[in-house]
């Protein structure tokens, strides 16, 4: 079996050097075509026109936009060739920077494809994921004989099918304190395309102590937010350097109130909308004058875009303060440098919270899908009266629910009182709205509650029970350890996936 896994495992390796291996040539070749359409004398060194004759055919559309084409100066209009920095040196700008998007997911996706088609000249991309079949609705750069493959892997492979031109550079890890600021080092600008806080806080902290101006957004169900940090860049305890994260969000939320969008949900266009706006973003720090017409310095006054598909308008947009005099990273009583993010001494993973969640309840307080499927399966007719609860929102309700599951969403459960029952065992005058009359009642057929993941369960149990809803332990409430995801693993292997 070892040996099987092995040569499975050096086909692999052999098929991802080919694959680099042929895009790599298929590089070559685009290039060699675009040079054989160049006369001798464009060949040379010192080129008569900038950009390759291809480049200027690829480019086009772009370079005559006053905001990317016009802004170099005409000393003469006897040598033609200056009338092509004028034309084309925004273009040039593109073609020298150097853009890092940490991660390849649902933003970093459309933003690659976007800088590329501009024609960024490096583009690097860091994420350590891989390839799954749920990323597809979103993550445009991938395709499905990719799943299994590096995100940046797969990503670059469509970018070099669109463009050729630049160069792309891949780091197939996650990123972590102790590589980035080597990573971030190589680069301009860096785009954070990631989905959690930890590595926000780290990315924004880096590329401030290294002078880089960051683009930052996020997006969740039908919500997005967008912001360029850091610009323009100054060194800690420059006031006329623009706000980072730390300054916009001094404290990151509490650990159990973030949710990813494998839990929230994502449409697939508001990420991607989120994602075509870096890039936008990006396209104009690069291009932008570094002075206005008067030959004062040029700044853009910092703001926080807010998107929203379902709202009119779809956008607004907050000015932000400048930096804060009391931010840890870029104020003159700043605290984090790149020691301590490179020694480990600034900890993300602490200053955010565990965003795993503890066990809330004990052994007894849970079942495994298996034991309550025979204990309660109306196919064996052995079925008990009980009730189940499914806590998941109404729309994941919606995809898929156990037969006989009342829904009632954790977020209507944590929006009511704490309490109902008097000490005593009395009932109080109210009774949370959410509470169904059967459990209400004097019964004591078993409750069971659900969720999708098994974490959302345990904490409405535990306020099922502060609620006295288990008559002091005359009725059982408890959860179904795992939740729908265990369902499908021990029970029904045909139940949804999403």
């Known amino acids: 079996m070892g040996s099987l896994e092995e040569t499975c495992a050096s086909l692999r390796a052999q098929i991802i050097a080919t694959e680099e291996q042929l895009a790599g040539l298929k590089r070559d070749l685009a290039k060699a075509e675009a040079q054989s359409a160049i006369p001798a004398s464009e060949n040379q060194s010192e080129r008569r026109w900038p950009l390759l004759q291809e480049e200027y055919k690829r480019y086009g559309r772009q370079m005559i936009v ?10 003469s209009w006897e040598t033609l060739g200056l009338l092509a920095d004028r034309v084309s040196a ?76 630049p160069t792309y550079i891949a780091h197939r890890t996650h990123l972590t304190p102790s590589e980035a600021p080597a990573i971030f080092n190589d680069y301009d600008i860096i785009l954070d395309c990631t989905d959690n806080p930890a590595t926000r806080y780290l990315i924004s902290d880096t590329a401030v102590l290294l002078g880089k101006t960051l683009v930052s957004a996020s997006a969740l169900r039908t919500e997005g937010q967008l912001m360029v ?26 650990a159990d109130s973030v949710v990813s969008c494998a839990d929230g949900g994502i449409i697939g266009p508001v990420v991607g909308t989120m994602g075509v706006l870096q890039a936008l973003e990006a396209i104009k720090v690069i291009t932008a004058p570094e002075k206005n017409t008067d030959g004062t310095a040029r700044r853009d006054p910092p703001s926080l875009h807010i998107f929203s598909a379902y709202s009119s308008p779809l956008v607004r947009t907050i000015r932000l303060r400048s930096r804060r005099a009391n931010c840890a990273v870029c104020s003159a009583e700043a605290t984090v440098t790149l020691d301590t993010i490179k020694s480990g001494s600034t900890d993300y993973v602490f200053f955010c919270g565990s965003a795993n969640l503890p066990s809330l309840l004990g052994p007894e307080e849970r079942i495994s899908a298996h034991e309550y499927n025979q204990k309660h399966s109306n196919v064996s007719g052995s079925a008990q009266p009980h009730t189940v609860i499914d806590v998941r929102d109404k729309a994941q309700f919606g995809i898929c629910s156990l037969e006989n599951s009342t829904n009632i969403p954790i977020s209507d459960v944590l929006a009511s009182s704490s309490s109902s029952l008097q ?66 693993e021990q029970v029904d292997p045909e139940w949804p996936e999403y």
């Open 90 to 165: 925004g273009q040039l700008k593109l073609r020298s920077a150097k853009v890092l998007l940490v991660g390849a997911g649902g933003l970093g996706c459309p933003a690659a494809q976007y800088l590329a088609g501009a024609g960024v000249g490096t583009i690097g991309l860091i994420d350590g994921d891989t390839v799954e079949v749920s990323n597809l609705h979103r993550q445009v750069l991938h395709r499905t004989q990719n799943v299994g493959k590096y995100k940046v892997d797969s990503a670059i492979e469509s970018l070099r099918d669109l463009n050729p031109h």
């Open 423 to 488: 000490g005593d065992g009395q009932q109080a005058a109210q009774i949370p709205s959410w509470v169904p009359s059967e459990l209400a009642s004097d019964s004591t057929n078993p409750v069971y509650v659900v969720c999708r993941l098994g974490n959302d369960s345990q904490i409405v149990v535990k306020k099922m029970k502060e609620l006295g809803l288990d008559q002091h332990g005359k009725r059982f409430i408890g959860d179904i350890r795992g939740g729908l995801k265990s369902w499908k």
């Open 229 to 254: 940090l850091n610009h323009p860049p100054r060194a800690p305890g420059d006031k006329t350097g623009g706000p980072c994260y730390r300054c916009v969000f001094p404290k990151p939320p509490p």
């Open 66 to 75: 006053p905001q990317v084409g016009l802004k170099g100066k005409i000393v």
